[in-house]
Nanobody
Framework: QVQLVESGGGLVQAGGSLRLSCTAS???????????YRWYRQAPGKQREVVAT???????TYQDFVKGRFTISRDNAKNTVYLQMNNLRPEDTAVYYC???????????WGQGTLVTVSS
């Protein structure tokens, strides 16, 4: 139905920036029906955690540990959600995953993840 592909990860020094992209493909009606998109991350040896959320209406929420540094946005024409990450810290090192949800009927889709490594 819908596939998510992330890109933009890589190696960056502390204080640097990266922009992650998550592009949806597949059934356009399903893509447009997704209620929200989220970026998660999972660091080595840790549980996956939510980073930021953007709803279909464009409302955004952030976890405290990225507020003021990360920005989530979307380009509906390109079916793409972005995560602009500024002032990166070594503790931001993780695999970042894109996630999309539809409430009714329920549907959840995950991307394959993209690795972000921040060196000190």
């Amino acid at each position: 139905q819908v596939q998510l592909v992330e890109s933009g990860g890589g190696l960056v020094q502390a204080g640097g920036s990266l922009r992650l992209s998550c592009t949806a493909s597949g059934n356009i009606f399903t893509i447009n029906a997704m209620g929200w998109y989220r970026w998660y991350r999972q660091a080595p040896g840790k549980q996956r955690e939510v980073v930021a959320t953007i709803t279909r209406g464009g409302m955004t929420t952030y976890q405290d540990f990225v507020k003021g540094r990360f920005t989530i946005s979307r380009d509906n024409a390109k079916n793409t959600v972005y995560l602009q990450m500024n002032n990166l810290r070594p503790e931001d090192t993780a695999v970042y995953y894109c996630n999309a949800n539809r409430v009714g009927p329920y549907l959840e889709v995950w991307g394959q993840g993209t690795l972000v490594t921040v060196s000190s």
